[in-house]
């Protein structure tokens, strides 16, 4: 079964500190894998896009690392402010385009 | 540009009724997906229509159907609603080519009663 795991589930940092959110997956033969925010109750703004071929893509504060060999990409949210408050989520795109997601870390930052 | 649309934003509707909901993919997309998502959970893939086809589907028994217009538009339907169909479902488009990166609209909210 193709599983995606984020850890943590949940984190909460005092505004300007710099963090990572870890995403795990079993399957290697990954197309490409985003990473997306979600506010509460509404849709998801895609952040990043690594393709298979690349190791990571970089968007202002956010820098994004894919490593297929060990199933595994961090986010990383540099000088966090309040407005990064929201739902983290990844997933990753199989040869068929279907995104296979996981569950979040929701991410709370403290003024 | 436009992006994503969704229709309608809110649904209640009552267990065993039919529901229909619509999407307009991004100006210049013409693969659009369907997504169900439960309170607290990752986004669960329903299927894919490209060229008025369905292309992929997800684990989702019958009562979940789709159509896409010849503008690219898509519907999704969902026949003897079950209490647990509500959900937020995402509607998201791409091109078929190229990195695929998905772009999603704001969802419809539907509450099953």
């Known amino acids: 079964k193709q599983e995606v795991t984020q850890i943590p589930a949940a984190l909460s940092v005092p505004e300007g500190e710099n963090l990572v959110l870890n995403c795990s997956f079993t399957?290697?033969?990954?197309?490409?894998l985003q990473w997306f925010r979600q506010d509460p109750g509404k849709g998801l703004t895609s952040l990043l896009l690594i393709q298979s071929s690349q190791r990571e893509q970089t968007s202002g504060r956010l820098n994004a690392s894919l490593d297929k060999s060990s199933g595994r990409s961090t986010l990383y949210i540099a000088a966090s402010q309040p407005g990064d408050s929201a739902t983290y989520l990844c997933a990753w795109a199989d040869s068929n385009y279907q995104l296979i997601w996981g569950a979040g870390t929701k991410l709370i930052i403290k003024p | 540009d436009a992006g994503v649309t969704q229709s309608p934003t809110h649904l209640i509707k009552t267990r065993g009724q039919q529901v229909t909901l619509r999407c307009s993919p991004k100006?210049?997309?013409?693969?659009v997906s369907w997504y169900q998502q439960a309170l607290g959970q990752g986004p669960q893939f329903i299927f894919q229509?490209?060229?008025?086809?369905?292309?992929q589907r997800g684990n989702f028994p019958d009562r979940f159907s789709g159509h896409q217009f010849p503008n690219y538009s898509s519907e999704l339907n969902v026949n003897a609603l079950l209490l647990g169909d509500s959900a937020l479902y995402l509607c998201?488009?791409?091109?078929?080519?190229?990195?695929?990166?998905?772009?999603f609209g704001p969802g419809t909210r539907l509450t099953v009663t």
């Open positions: 399957d290697s033969a990954i197309y490409n």
């Open positions: 998201a488009s791409s091109l078929p080519t190229g990195d695929n990166e998905q772009y």
């Open positions: 229509y490209y060229e008025e086809e369905e292309r």
């Open positions: 100006s210049g997309h013409d693969t």
